[in-house]
């Protein structure tokens, strides 16, 4: 089946440490993204890429960097200059076809700090 | 600055009834699109509708319905036939720029809903 993949479900980190979080997708999507949700709010952007080898800041990227080196991947690693990690991050691709390029979602990491 | 408002933080509906979540949004953009997604309480975002600024008809996919009034700028969702299993959180979300160009969404705060039986 065709989808999205983030792991690990569940990632603690303890204070000072850097921590990568897995997104994987076989839709051969172009661009993929990361977002961060809060309790109760909405979700916001982290980082996104469009292309292979390129990616750009969202709305808070302090504190976190990724890599996009294959167009299946774009992991993202909370480093420890991200005061407040604890959150759900999700993980979203998008194609150039139909819809107005709808973004598909993983199933989520929550990140827990210990 | 774009932005999606969700003025309902929750809302109750009986099953089988329908049921219209608001969503007023902002942008000087002529181009965008409208998207409505589903949360439960898995925490996966389930895509649901999806709207083009300069599509003429209002969007339909099964019970979904998206309530387009430009003029307004709402993109109100209707759920049609309520069942239990739509309780969840939903989000109105609104992409900038023009659709063959990828680019970010923007979310609003969401809207919780509670189907009763």
């Known amino acids: 089946d065709g989808g999205i993949t983030q792991s690990p479900k569940y990632l603690f980190r303890k204070e000072g440490q850097n921590v990568t979080l897995s997104c994987e997708q076989n839709?051969?999507?172009?661009?993929m993204y990361w977002y961060r949700q809060d309790p109760g709010q909405g979700l916001r952007l982290i980082y996104y890429?469009?292309?292979?080898?390129?990616?750009q800041k969202g709305d808070i990227a302090e504190g976190y960097s990724v890599s996009r080196e294959k167009k299946e991947s774009f992991p993202l690693t909370v480093t420890s200059a991200q005061k407040n990690p604890t959150a759900f991050y999700l993980c979203?691709?998008?194609?150039?076809?139909?819809?107005?390029?709808?973004?598909?979602f993983g199933p989520g990491t929550r990140l827990l700090v210990l | 600055a774009q932005k999606i408002t969700q003025t309902q933080p929750g809302m109750f509906v009986q099953e089988k009834e329908a049921v219209t979540l608001d969503c007023t949004y902002d942008?000087?953009?002529?181009?965008?699109?409208l998207f409505w997604y589903k949360q439960p309480s898995s925490g996966e975002m389930i895509f649901l509708i999806y709207?083009?600024?300069?599509?003429?008809q209002n969007a339909t996919e099964g019970r979904y319905s998206l309530n387009f009034q430009k003029a307004r700028k709402s993109a109100n969702l209707v759920i049609s036939a309520s069942q239990l299993g739509d309780s969840a959180m939903y989000f109105c979300?609104?992409?900038?720029?023009?659709?063959?160009?990828?680019?970010?969404?923007?979310f609003g705060q969401g809207t919780e809903l509670s189907v009763k039986p």
């Open positions: 979203a691709s998008s194609g150039r076809q139909g819809r107005g390029e709808t973004q598909y």
């Open positions: 839709l051969n999507h172009d661009a």
């Open positions: 890429s469009q292309i292979v080898n390129d990616f």
């Open positions: 942008t000087s953009d002529q181009s965008y699109g």
């Open positions: 709207q083009g600024s300069y599509d003429e």
């Open positions: 979300a609104m992409r900038e720029g023009p659709h063959n160009q990828g680019g970010k969404l923007i």
